[in-house]
């Protein structure tokens, strides 16, 4: 039985220095202009080196692709999934039969410049630091500080954008305005159609990494999100939880992941 192992970044094995927490030995695994942005603990290091010694590892993100290759992974991935789906790399490449897939999909959806706009409205307020659009794609705003963002222009944004058919998701300080019909478990599925795999591993701890989540267990696999994140404050439990947060949580998920890609199948 052949394994895929979809997993998530950033808050999932990828940590800054914001959301690491009490994470003892790490390594830092993605910088700019000479900046230290991410790392990982030593054990994750270790970890993932064996898990994709042994298995079929797709890192999946929300990433652009350009923010994915600032990061060098404990091991080389011919696979992976950025824009949070829209994306798909093959050594490297761009797969234009998925990108003319992902733009047949999101056409249901508002065009982006509407939602981006509606994001822009707020660009002048004191706790934004700034708006992007990602991959012609989706738009996502950073705050100067997570605890700064108004919840009540959260949830008037979600209810906005609903019945465009865009979601909206907030990850450390980056509020994310996505197409619901774009998705990392699409991309996913694809991947496991197009490598013949027989069973599904995920781990993640956003919202946009829920739907990824359950298709692991719908699939008959097994997922995992780690004790801190979006679900986890949601109190969503379709999928196992770490015990530890923070940095140590990615540690934790990947020997989880490990031992139950081992169980189950070969790489």
Not at 103 to 117: G, I, S
Not at 128 to 135: D, F, I, K, S
Request: charged share 20%; net charge neutral.
């Amino acid at each position: 039985m052949r394994v895929l192992v979809a997993l998530d970044l950033d808050q999932t094995v990828v940590f800054s220095r914001r959301s690491a927490g009490e994470a003892g030995p790490s390594v830092v695994v993605e910088q700019r202009d000479g900046e230290q942005l991410s790392s990982m603990t030593v054990g994750a290091i270790m970890a993932y080196g064996e898990l994709a010694g042994r298995h079929t590892v797709v890192p999946v993100t929300t990433r652009t692709v350009a923010q994915y290759s600032r990061i060098h992974l404990p091991a080389a991935a011919r696979y992976a999934v950025c824009a949070n789906g829209g994306v798909l790399l093959v050594d490297g490449e761009r797969d234009p039969s998925w990108a003319d897939a992902v733009a047949q999909r999101c056409r249901v959806a508002a065009p982006l410049a509407d939602v981006e706009a509606r994001l822009r409205v707020v660009e002048g307020e004191p706790w934004v630091r700034l708006v992007r659009t990602a991959e012609g794609l989706f738009a996502y705003l950073v705050a100067q500080n997570r605890a700064d963002v108004p919840k009540s222009w959260l949830a008037a944004l979600a209810a906005d954008l609903a019945p465009l058919g865009w979601a909206v998701s907030m990850q450390g300080r980056k509020v994310y305005a996505v197409p619901q019909a774009l998705s990392k478990a699409a991309a996913v599925r694809h991947l496991l159609d197009l490598l013949g795999a027989d069973l599904l591993l995920a781990a993640g701890d956003s919202l946009l990494d829920q739907p990824m989540l359950e298709l692991a267990a719908a699939t008959g696999g097994a997922a995992i999100r780690p004790a801190h994140g979006e679900l986890h404050d949601l109190g969503w439990m379709g999928a196992h939880v770490t015990a530890a947060s923070g940095a140590r949580a990615g540690e934790e998920l990947l020997r989880w992941l490990s031992v139950q890609a081992d169980a189950r199948g070969r790489g």
